[in-house]
């Protein structure tokens, strides 16, 4: 973390490309860690999580819905809700979020796709309602964090 925040603030010759390098090693290291929560869910004995975690997982490219939770889960819309929050402190909504969240960074990150298409690929149909929670998330737009 360090070797990149020297980089933003001298700002040398190469330095773009060192900050790039520098994030995606971290956004490598986050989506490996994203896949492993699955596995480690199930060792810890907790099939309700694992199995909420696989669906996002899965399907977090396409729209999704707490209701698709719920149904992929075999239970009631609430009680994911209620177990998710109690054992991890956010709703299920807030982790679909989270997961199209780490995908568009990696995405703006080693592509140079628009941003209509990034929000497409994470599961959101209209640009404009990508733009609103990545910058609630991010405090900067898709555009203007790609520009960091």
Same mark, same amino acid.
């Given at each position: 973390?360090?070797?990149?925040?020297?980089?933003?603030?001298?700002? /040398?010759?190469?330095?773009?490309?060192?900050? *790039?390098? /520098? *994030?995606?090693?971290?956004?490598?290291?986050?989506?490996?860690?994203?896949?492993?929560? &699955?596995?480690?869910?199930?060792?810890?004995?907790?099939? *309700?999580?694992?199995?909420?975690?696989?669906?996002?997982?899965?399907?977090?490219?396409?729209?999704?819905?707490?209701?698709? &939770?719920?149904?992929?889960?075999?239970?009631?819309?609430?009680?994911?809700?209620?177990?998710?929050?109690?054992?991890?402190?956010?709703? &299920?909504?807030?982790?679909?979020?989270?997961?199209?969240?780490?995908?568009?960074?990696?995405?703006?990150?080693?592509?140079?796709?628009?941003?209509?298409?990034?929000?497409?690929? &994470?599961?959101?149909?209209?640009?404009?309602?990508?733009?609103?929670?990545?910058?609630?998330?991010?405090?900067?737009?898709?555009?203007?964090?790609?520009?960091?």
């Amino acid at each position: 973390m360090l070797a990149l925040d020297l980089e933003l603030r001298q700002r /040398h010759d190469g330095s773009r490309e060192a900050v *790039l390098a /520098h *994030l995606t090693l971290l956004l490598v290291g986050v989506g490996r860690l994203a896949a492993d929560v &699955v596995g480690g869910l199930r060792l810890k004995d907790e099939p *309700l999580l694992a199995e909420v975690f696989g669906f996002i997982e899965e399907r977090y490219r396409e729209r999704v819905s707490l209701k698709d &939770v719920a149904r992929a889960v075999s239970l009631s819309r609430g009680h994911p809700t209620t177990v998710v929050r109690r054992k991890t402190g956010r709703t &299920v909504q807030e982790w679909i979020t989270e997961r199209r969240m780490v995908e568009a960074r990696r995405l703006l990150v080693e592509t140079d796709l628009a941003v209509e298409e990034v929000g497409r690929r &994470v599961g959101y149909g209209d640009a404009g309602y990508f733009v609103s929670p990545f910058r609630r998330a991010h405090g900067a737009t898709p555009l203007g964090w790609r520009s960091w």
